[in-house]
């Protein structure tokens, strides 16, 4: 199995995704195309030899070959033009672009096979008020929750402090931490710098977060070992692209064998007829031995590598099982027996 | 303003596409550019004059130059490749590719200004599913409903008759109505030949329904009349596509005006941050003076172009009136400062 590792794109997690791509590529022993999609939105094939941060923030990146989106796969640009060689193409963009649709809309469309989130998972998961409604919906618990858009006041039904988010984001920018009334208003402005609807939450300090992430391979799920978020706070944007380009050995979370199975059902949930064909990283609550989803990132930071005992072995099997579309036969019918009748 | 149309492409109604493009491009003034996607994706540059059902069934159209989608719009292809002039694409692909969100998320992804849903209203819309949790949401009533999987055997918890309908198809295909328990395998596999989920209603015999196409153009929103659906029984494929083809003189339909300033009050909260840039239709049942979404048409054969009045003023309006996205500007400070704290 030939991967391709698409990273980059126009997305605040840009600089994240650079990261994702050479902390994965560490754990593959596979042969690799490495595709960088720079915020133009035009795509290189880099030598694996130059997979380091320095050749996308000095723009030696440009050297590389220009590759194009076409039926099928990417080609070289130019009279001369070649496919490049991949069986499945790692869809590795977080934020927009990767996770919002856009990509996978693109592989399908050009029928080109991807590990990554369909359009519709994308769209569920990018949102942080549609992850709500699909988890309830599936039979998921999540935090209470106001959704309000930008020329609404919403009555804040919760205590102080609250959290505010924008809907849409992609990543832990825009969000605040509210302490009392008079923070409001600076917290949905910052809200509305990255979407124009926000949904405000009860902000539970020192609440357990846990991570999880896993797939479905063949008929079977594999899961990672669940992790307990390090963080102080908020989970800020620094710690986290540190946190995803870490390599240090990760202790399973002290749970009892009860909350660990709970928080693997509802994982299944989840993912269950929505996430085919990606691996996915699913954040809890914890709270009075209840599970709550809080987030579904379905292209996680280094995919999680750092969580799996056999990364490459589960991330070839995702590959290996990936969903099915089916093409569609148009025959005229419709239109030729119109005619015959004129 | 330039136009360019976009048609066909792989879907169930890729034949009501071809007919939307020749109903539409009738009513438009404007200059424009016809592009054809056939069903191996491919697009073609087609000549106004041979806009005609006959230029697709008997593959006339291969002869017309290709084109390719690229950053900022569609290029013939070679070497004096050539930028196709238009100011905005209208997506008139119906079902699959067009409103599923994969058009969506290209034009996006390429900065190509279009007329159409966005990818979230796509996915939304597309999904029978999602449409009633989302109509839900925003305070817009829907019939009640069964959500099942391939894998399941739902409890049917309403009398006989009930509908049938697999979650996603794009068309009436796929749906049927189900008389008595003994019938229902059947409908579930014929529903479960265009989706791995499905939805059951009550079927409501002789049910009224009504349809209201419309758009916000600027700072309002502008209607199309109310027509009463004409149909006997279900609305099948053939009289979707006789539809959709008619150029006779539609009546309003003979409701009160409590009911059909409540249908415009419940479109608005459809469309509102969702569907900004398209024109759609909404279909509502009114049943004992309550009114209830149907289902949204993010892209409506021929646009509904035969109910209103000033189609092309309308059309104009809302391209006029396109969704800005911001462009993310990414200048590696995150990569940079940990270079520098190495």
Chains 1, 2 share one sequence.
Request: with cysteine; aromatic share 14%.
């Amino acid at each position: 199995m030939k991967y391709s590792l698409l990273f980059g794109a126009q997305s605040f997690e840009h600089e994240i995704s650079i990261v994702s791509a050479i902390s994965v590529a560490k754990k593959l022993e596979n042969e690799v195309a490495y595709i960088f999609c720079d915020t133009n939105r035009e795509f290189y094939l880099i030598d694996s030899k130059e997979l380091q941060s320095i050749t996308f923030t000095n723009s030696k990146y440009k050297k590389y070959k220009k590759l194009e989106l076409k039926n099928g796969g990417f080609f070289t640009k130019g009279i001369f033009s070649k496919k490049i060689d991949f069986d499945v193409c790692i869809n590795l963009v977080h934020g927009a672009d990767g996770e919002d649709g856009k990509l996978a809309s693109m592989f399908d469309f050009y029928e080109i096979p991807f590990v990554g989130p369909r359009v519709e998972g994308c769209v569920l998961s990018f949102s942080k008020h549609l992850t709500k409604l699909y988890a309830k919906e599936v039979g998921v618990n999540v935090l209470d929750y106001i959704y309000t858009q930008k020329e609404n006041t919403p009555n804040i039904k919760f205590d102080y402090p609250v959290i505010v988010k924008p809907t849409k984001s992609g990543s832990s920018m825009g969000i605040r931490v509210v302490k009392s009334e008079k923070e409001l208003d600076y917290a949905f402005d910052t809200a509305y710098e990255y979407d124009t609807s926000a949904i405000v939450e009860p902000f539970i300090d020192g609440v357990e977060e846990y991570t999880l992430a896993g797939a479905k391979t063949g008929d079977d799920f594999e899961f990672s070992m669940i992790e307990k978020t390090q963080k102080e706070g908020l989970f800020d944007f620094d710690q986290k692209y540190l946190n995803f380009s870490r390599s240090d050995i990760i202790k399973e979370a002290d749970l009892s064998d009860d909350i660990k199975n709970k928080m693997k059902q509802l994982f299944k949930k989840i993912y269950l007829n929505m996430f085919e064909g990606a691996l996915i990283r699913c954040d809890f609550f914890v709270i009075k031995n209840e599970v709550y989803l809080v987030e579904i990132n379905p292209i996680p930071g280094s995919m999680s590598n750092y969580l799996f005992n056999d990364f490459s072995g589960v991330l070839k099997r995702v590959a290996s099982n990936l969903p099915k579309t089916k093409s569609i036969k148009i025959n005229y019918e419709y239109i030729n027996s119109i005619r015959e009748n004129k």
